[in-house]
């Protein structure tokens, strides 16, 4: 079955500091990957996709994920972290090849960023 | 354009009344995703449709849920009698047939059975 872990519920790190969230899936094959953040009281915006090609990618707000097929990862980052980006993140999978179906989510990591 | 539209933004109802959730997902896409988000649970899918089709409706918790698309542009998402239970935010996603385009959410209903 397909699946997605995201093992840190809450991390907290400080304005300017980089982030590392970390998301591993269990799937049959290469799916699609995504990270989406959420807002408060707002939907999901994508981040940024992987669907073949570079394993490392680039997205909005100056984040990156890696892609490491080893290890079954798909990590987000950003250098240097800002305010603004205090808020929950998702980690998502789909099906490969396929734009009309379901992705299935990983529980979210929440974000909070201090001084 | 105008990105997936859903209503009411808020509803606060009292149990056993009948709940119905809007969406107007972006035109030209071709598939609708309904979710509902808990704390306990996460994201989960309830039900989806392509071409206003019904696909995979195995989501949808019991029979008091129900979901339409009469047409590309309008879906609703229906609790009839609603629970405490039931109480979550309900998100509407939408996306075209390109596969390489990914789904685009509302920014959800929240809604609370008292």
């Known amino acids: 079955a397909q699946s997605v872990t995201q093992p840190d519920i809450h991390i907290t790190v400080s304005e300017g500091a980089s982030l590392e969230l970390r998301c591993n899936y269990s799937y049959g094959a290469t799916p699609y990957l995504f990270w989406y953040v959420q807002s408060p009281g707002q939907g999901l915006q994508l981040l940024l996709k992987?669907?073949?090609?570079?394993?490392l990618v680039q997205g909005i707000k100056g984040f990156e994920a890696e892609f490491k097929r080893s290890q079954s990862s798909f990590n987000l980052r950003k250098p240097s972290v800002h305010w603004s980006d205090a808020a929950e993140y998702f980690c998502a999978v789909g099906p490969p090849n396929s734009g009309n179906t379901p992705l299935v989510f990983g529980k979210g990591t929440r974000l909070s960023v201090i001084a | 354009d105008a990105g997936v539209i859903q209503s009411p933004r808020h509803e606060v109802t009292e149990m056993g009344q009948e709940v119905t959730l809007r969406c107007k997902p972006i035109s030209g896409h071709n598939s609708l995703f309904w979710y509902r988000q808990t704390m306990m649970r996460g994201l989960e899918l309830l039900i989806y449709f392509n071409n206003n089709v019904p696909i995979d409706d195995s989501g949808m918790p019991e029979d008091r849920f129900s979901a339409k698309m009469p047409n590309a542009s309008f879906s609703t998402l229906k609790i009839q009698p609603s629970e405490p239970r039931d109480s979550a935010v309900y998100f509407c996603?939408?996306?075209?047939?390109?596969?390489?385009?990914?789904?685009?959410f509302g920014d959800g209903t929240r809604l609370s059975i008292l």
């Open positions: 996603a939408s996306s075209p047939r390109d596969i390489n385009q990914p789904q685009h």
């Open positions: 992987y669907f073949s090609g570079d394993t």
